[in-house]
């Protein structure tokens, strides 16, 4: 599975946009970007993922680049609750050996 | 409500003793996941299993033991191998036939040996 890089941390005011990058150069066709946050001793959530095409749900928008070797989380009006560390991760489908991978992610702070 | 639920939430144990930590989801998923995690640390696989009565070691399997006896069932056992059991451990479950779908955590065990 590829190796992601985040920044180790950021900080956003609450209600502007948070953009949070990766970095994944090494990236292989089948594999999917991922994104969880965990708040501080919580399990992970899930927040995203895609493969090639930008994706939006309810929680985000990920925006892959053309080359897919980087990507950016948007969470477009941040919480404070949105305060968490944020893992990115790449890998293949289940099914073709993948296996979710967490780095040290980016721990983003939310203020007001 | 359909969930992962883990217990217990803490646990304090003394060094040298077996620790078994529960994790049971009534998601009907049939992958699940015990991952470790460390202080300021990313998640580390321990160990995985993809059906009943089978399971695969993950990157740190050594010091730790697990069963799948049920499919809702997937308890992790710290023996006193373990050098250094102190952590949060999380457990994860995912539907089999969802290949590239997400992964479902508990809320993490937390434990101590004192």
């Known amino acids: 599975d590829a190796k992601t890089t985040q920044p ?3 900080d956003c005011a609450e209600g502007r946009a948070a953009n949070l990058p990766c970095n994944h150069s090494t990236i292989s066709g089948n594999e999917y970007v991922y994104w969880y946050r ?17 994706e939006t749900n309810e929680m985000a928008s990920l925006i892959i680049t053309e080359d897919r070797k980087s990507s950016t989380l948007i969470l477009p009006h941040a919480t404070l609750r949105d305060t968490a560390v944020y893992y990115c991760i790449v890998r293949a489908p289940y099914n073709q050996g993948g296996k979710l991978i967490f780095g040290q992610g980016t721990e983003l702070s939310v203020k007001p | 409500d359909g969930g992962i639920t883990q217990s217990p939430k803490y646990l304090f144990r003394k060094e040298g003793q077996n620790v078994t930590l529960s994790c049971e989801q009534n998601l009907n998923h049939d992958a699940m996941y015990w991952y470790r995690q460390d202080p300021g640390q990313g998640l580390r696989l321990i160990y ?25 069932s997937f308890p992790l056992t710290v023996t006193s191998a373990q050098k250094n059991p102190t952590a949060f451990y999380l457990c994860a479950s995912r539907p089999k036939d969802r290949p590239t779908g997400e992964l479902f955590f508990g809320e993490g065990s937390r434990l101590t040996v004192l």
């Open chain 1, 38 to 54: 965990q708040i501080h001793s919580q399990g992970p959530q899930y927040i995203i993922h895609g493969l090639k095409n930008n």
């Open chain 1, 8 to 10: 180790p941390s950021m």
């Open chain 2, 48 to 72: 995985y299993s993809q059906i009943v009565n089978d399971f695969q070691k993950g990157d740190i399997a050594e010091g730790y033991s697990v069963s799948r006896e049920k499919k809702e």
